[in-house]
Every structure is written in C-alpha cells, then in structure tokens.
C-alpha cells in the first residue's frame, strides 16, 4: 500500500492574477490567499498528514513595491490574530523558515507569540516561510558550519551534521512538492528538502485552491512510483 505524503511543501501563486482578473487590487489577492491557508490547515488535520511547508514571503520578493509587501505583512499579522485561538484548539504547531529579523517588528512579535502558543501542537506543524530562500538558508549553513571549527582544519561535514544547520532540521523530508497558478519552477524553495519531492503542478490560483486540489495531489502522489535511485 503507497502511504500518503508526511510533510507536503506549497508554493503559494497567483494571488495577484486571481485579484486583477477581477479588476480587483492585488492585496484582495493576498487577503484571499489566506482564507485559502485556513482551508488547507483544516484539510490537511482531517485527511491527517502531519507536515506542511508554506512558502509565504521570499528573499526576492522584497523587489515588489513597498505598498504590497506592507500589505503582505498586514495580512499575515491578520491571519494570526483571527486564527491563533483555532490553531490552539486543533492541535497545529506554528514553526517557521527563514530570517525574521528582517519582518516588521509586529510581524516578529505575532509570530513569537504563535510559535509559543502552538509549541506544544501534535497533529500538524505548520512551517511558514518567510523571508525565506534556499539559497540564504544554505549559505547561512556553511557560514554555521565554518563558524563551529573556528581554529581547527574544516572537516565535509556529514549529512546529518549539515541538515541540523537549516531552518528546520526535525521536519521529514518533503515528499510533495505543490505549485499553484500554472508556473513550474522551484523560486529558490527548498533546494536541499525538495531534493526527493514529487512534483505536482495545477493551473488554479492560490485563492481558488480547495481541499479537492488536495485530494487530487495526494491520489496522484500515490499512484507514482517513487525509486530514490534504485530499480
Ligand atoms: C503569491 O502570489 C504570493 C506571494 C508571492 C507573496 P503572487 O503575488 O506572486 O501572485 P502573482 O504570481 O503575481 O499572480
Ligand atoms: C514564489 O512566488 C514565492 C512565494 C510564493 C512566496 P513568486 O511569485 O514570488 O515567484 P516568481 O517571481 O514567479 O518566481
Ligand atoms: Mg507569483
């Protein structure tokens, strides 16, 4: 019997294209966007995977206008405050990916407040990424690692000494990788994580995306064959 995926990543597109398709402003995007976040944390405790991944803010989208990205930050703070007590109640543990010191102090102490609330959360940990890049996260990995041998002779460290220096050494490996509105690349989103991952793609904005854009992810997941080099 395939098993369902444990950790699922979301590479969450289109709520711009899905606010100005309705001559709507791209924040109406965003503010939609998390209403669809609620829907899959709820989805993802009942059909009961455990993990999830969230790519939310990356290091590259500081290049948009400053309006959007305090937007982007308002609506977050938003999302805490209107969902903290559900979260609490339903047993989702609040972890994040990437360097918060460069969030708005309000968004930093939200976030704070979230992740020690939540801690002790057992039916699904919610990883946010924010401000997050693969990239930064590996260099900063290296930097750690060489910081720790100051002085000695740097030693290749091993895979299990290497993966304690992300953002999240105890989350699974990810095993499906989703990207909604239509693009198929990775963005700078997990490229040590995702080295395994299945790939699943849908042409449906981030708004539009519904617990049946789940299921149908997790069925074709299932039905692929997965050999990890071997025959
Ligand atoms: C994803 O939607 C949200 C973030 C990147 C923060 P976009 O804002 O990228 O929407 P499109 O791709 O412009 O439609
Ligand atoms: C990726 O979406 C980042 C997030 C979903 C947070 P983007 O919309 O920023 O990615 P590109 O610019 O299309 O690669
Ligand atoms: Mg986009």
Not at 5 to 22: C, E, L, Y
Request: glycine share 6%.
């Amino acid at each position: 019997m395939p098993t369902q995926p444990q950790h699922i990543a979301v590479i969450m597109d289109g709520n711009g294209r899905w606010a100005t398709s309705r001559g709507l402003k791209r924040s109406e995007g965003h503010r939609e966007g998390t209403e669809t976040i609620d829907r899959l944390l709820d989805h993802l405790l009942k059909i009961k995977i455990p993990y999830v991944s969230l790519y939310a803010f990356s290091t590259e989208n500081w290049r948009r206008p400053k309006a959007e990205i305090t937007a982007i930050f308002n609506l977050l703070n938003e999302f805490i405050v209107k969902k903290l007590e559900k979260m609490v109640a339903n047993g989702v543990r609040i972890v994040t990916s990437g360097d918060l010191s460069r969030l708005p102090r309000k968004s930093r102490d939200l976030l704070a407040d979230a992740m020690q609330r939540t801690a002790k959360g057992k039916k699904l940990t919610a990883n946010f990424c924010l401000n997050y890049g693969a990239r930064d996260e590996l260099h900063r990995a290296a930097a750690a690692w060489a910081t720790t041998s100051a002085g000695k002779s740097l030693k290749v460290p091993t895979e299990k000494q290497f993966k304690k220096l992300l953002w999240q050494p105890n989350l699974p490996e990810i095993d499906l990788l989703v990207r909604t509105a239509g693009e198929q690349r990775l963005s700078n989103f997990m490229l040590y994580q995702a080295a395994y991952a299945e790939l699943w793609f849908t042409e449906k904005t981030w708004p539009e995306f519904s617990a049946a854009d789940v299921d149908a992810a997790v069925a074709e997941f299932m039905r692929r064959k997965r050999k990890f080099g071997g025959l």
